[in-house]
């Protein structure tokens, strides 16, 4: 298995633009969720999602949006990007099960500087 | 909602040392505790965890520690090595949450 695969691994934007950040799981986990971490700083949940056709919001999700057409696909829509969404961003994943939580497994993470 | 506070924010010790990262918790309903690991410029990797049901858990010189009663959880690091330098974060979940609450982070220095 792959586990959770992210693309792009860096990008630069010129502010107003547009962007999608993809992240896919082989792992046929139930839950995906994108963070970003700021330099030196922790995780900050920007929206989750529990299954295909459902998604909510996090802590930070202002400028952007995401879908989740497929189990395995859970993209991330930047519409119109502000330096304060300089970031790097990670997508992970995780199983529900009936015998209690489960840890994450995340992606390798996108770098975006936005100028 | 759960708050995790974590601490020390920053811990330097010498090669061989011990380390010892604490979290605490606000839920009581919480009963899953995971770490992560990451190192510079890579993802976070979970190292260990445990569940409410057991007090103690260990992994070669990982160990994690749980006190149910005072709502705080320890990560434990024996003969620490240069390798083992990295920022570590704990969570905490309950049965009924998919979403972790995770602590600021602690960065670890391990100095050769």
Redesign the interface.
């Known amino acids: 298995n792959a586990g959770v695969t992210q693309t792009p691994k860096f990008r630069i934007l010129k502010i107003g633009q547009s962007m999608t950040l993809q992240c896919t799981q082989d792992m046929n986990h139930n839950?995906m969720?994108w963070y970003r971490q700021d330099p030196g700083?922790?995780?900050k949940?920007i929206y989750?999602s529990?299954g295909a056709g459902i998604t909510d919001k996090?802590e930070v999700p202002n400028g952007y949006n995401v879908s989740r057409s497929t189990t395995e696909d859970f993209p991330l829509r930047l519409e119109l990007a502000a330096p304060s969404q300089t970031s790097v961003y990670?997508c992970a994943s995780?199983r529900?099960t009936g015998t209690?939580?489960q840890?994450?497994?995340?992606?390798?993470?996108t770098r975006l500087s936005i100028l | 909602g759960e708050n995790v506070e974590q601490h020390p924010s920053t811990l330097s010790v010498q090669e061989g040392d011990s380390a010892v990262i604490k979290c605490t918790y606000s839920d009581s309903a919480s009963n899953y505790f995971p770490w992560y690991k990451q190192e510079l410029g890579k993802r976070p990797q979970l190292i260990i965890d445990i569940r409410s049901n057991v007090g103690e858990k260990k992994d070669q010189r990982i160990a994690v520690t749980l006190n149910k009663t005072a709502k705080h959880f320890s990560l434990h690091i024996t003969e620490t090595q240069p390798e083992d330098s990295a920022v570590y974060f704990c969570a905490a979940l309950s049965g009924g949450s998919y979403i972790p609450t995770f602590g600021r982070g602690t960065s670890l220095i391990v100095h050769p």
Not at chain 1, 103 to 109: C, L, M, R, T, V
């Open positions: 839950y969720y700083m922790g995780l949940l989750y529990v996090g990670f995780s529900k209690g939580n840890p994450q497994h995340f992606g390798d993470g």
